[in-house]
């Protein structure tokens, strides 16, 4: 079990008994860049975690390591981090965040291991950011006046990301590491942060991730880019759509009759979402109704927009969805994540998984030279304590 292992490094480093905390990665079912836009997403947590042991101080200094690097982070609460690094960014920000938010934190030791490949659209750093959250929230015992809501840790951990990290993501992946439920996937309308538990049949299907072994880096600017250009896509339709807040509030049919109008990269992004949007609504009819070729399809034709219109997605990840198309026993495939690199996502009949991962491993390596890491995922639950 990695909690105990992390127990006795984190004995063997600190010379204290710690507490353990872990969160989930998520894939993204479908649902893809619509978080931003107050849109609809159908995430699962899976059963890969960031684990964080733990141990107050007396002080106000935050000591942080990985088990996967060499060195550490020291910074004081309420001080300016002198540091560099990812992990470093996101133990900060997410500190800050939660002092700003009137949380009174104590010092601590941290020692930190991941299951979640990083760069893998998997939402590591949201797995990082709700685990060390949740951590420093439950050793310092916040009054009774202040308990822990996990949506408000997720909006914190949220602000993190876009202020430390400089990606201006969505709320999807900080609130499904948070709320995730075993068995489950969960509609998120991330206007109202309400929910709905969805059932996965994990009696015929299974789950299947593969990774293209291609890293992406979404600071490095795309990411933050198409968000401008759904911003940039509502003023415009505004003009014509005066009641609009967001992509969210634009149906197809006003779209179609208003897309005229726009900027050929413009009018192709807002396609993405809106259509987009309409197909998680449709997908979770399907998932609900035991359809899975007609939530397949649905998958499908998400890569495709994604691909074509929001041009987010690798000749890597096409190619994984290529040959997963041609492969006995699968419902559906797509990207999922931020794009550019990272996973795909698989509904594989439970038959076939086995002949599947063989199949895409080796029509993948031969065409790229790299060999795909393939998940079979179970849904997990959010974050918890480790005991």
Do not use: W
């Not at 807040?245 to 049919?253: M, N, P, S, W, Y």
């Not at 492969?327 to 002949?355: E, H, I, P, W, Y």
């Amino acid at each position: 079990m990695i909690s105990e292992t992390l127990r006795a490094q984190f004995q063997n480093l600190y010379g204290r008994e710690p507490r353990v905390f872990s969160a989930p990665g998520r894939v993204n079912l479908i649902g893809e860049h619509t978080d931003y836009n107050d849109g609809f997403v159908l995430p699962m947590a899976i059963d890969r975690r960031t684990f964080v042991a733990v141990s107050p101080r007396d002080d106000r200094i935050i000591r942080a390591r990985s088990t996967a690097e060499a060195g550490g982070i020291e910074f004081e609460i309420g001080r300016e981090y002198p540091g560099d690094g990812d992990c470093g960014r996101y133990v900060y920000g997410v500190v800050e965040c939660l002092r700003q938010d009137e949380f009174d934190l104590r010092g601590a030791d941290l020692l930190i291991a991941s299951e979640v490949p990083i760069g893998a659209g998997l939402s590591s750093s949201a797995a990082l950011e709700i685990s060390v959250g949740f951590a420093l929230l439950n050793i310092s015992e916040q009054p009774v006046e202040l308990p822990i809501d996990l949506v408000d840790l997720a909006l914190a951990a949220q602000r993190a990301e876009h202020h430390y990290a400089g990606t201006q993501s969505g709320i999807m992946d900080q609130y499904i590491a948070c709320l995730g439920i075993k068995s489950h996937a969960l509609l998120i309308d991330c206007r109202s942060l309400e929910y709905r538990a969805v059932p996965i049949d994990l009696e015929h299907a299974r789950v299947v991730v593969c990774n293209s072994m291609i890293k992406h880096d979404l600071a490095a600017g795309e990411y933050n880019q198409r968000r401008a250009e759904c911003e940039e896509g509502v003023r415009r339709l505004a003009a014509n759509l005066p009641r609009i807040q967001a992509l969210r509030d634009v149906g197809i049919d006003d779209f179609d009759l208003y897309a005229g109008s726009l900027p050929e990269i413009i009018r192709r992004r807002c396609n993405h979402v809106i259509t987009e949007n309409a197909r998680t609504l449709a997908a979770v009819e399907a998932l609900e109704g035991g359809d899975l070729a007609r939530f397949g399809k649905l998958m499908y034709a998400s890569h495709e927009s994604l691909r074509d219109d929001y041009e987010v997605s690798s000749p890597e990840l096409d190619l994984l969805v290529a040959i997963a198309s041609r492969c006995d026993g699968v419902f559906g495939a797509r990207m999922t994540g931020g794009g550019f690199g990272g996973c795909t996502v698989n509904l594989v009949a439970a038959d076939f998984v086995d002949k599947f991962i063989t199949t895409i491993s080796r029509e993948y390596e031969t065409e790229t030279g790299l060999r795909p890491d393939c998940y079979v995922c179970q849904a997990s639950a959010g974050v918890r304590e480790e005991h």
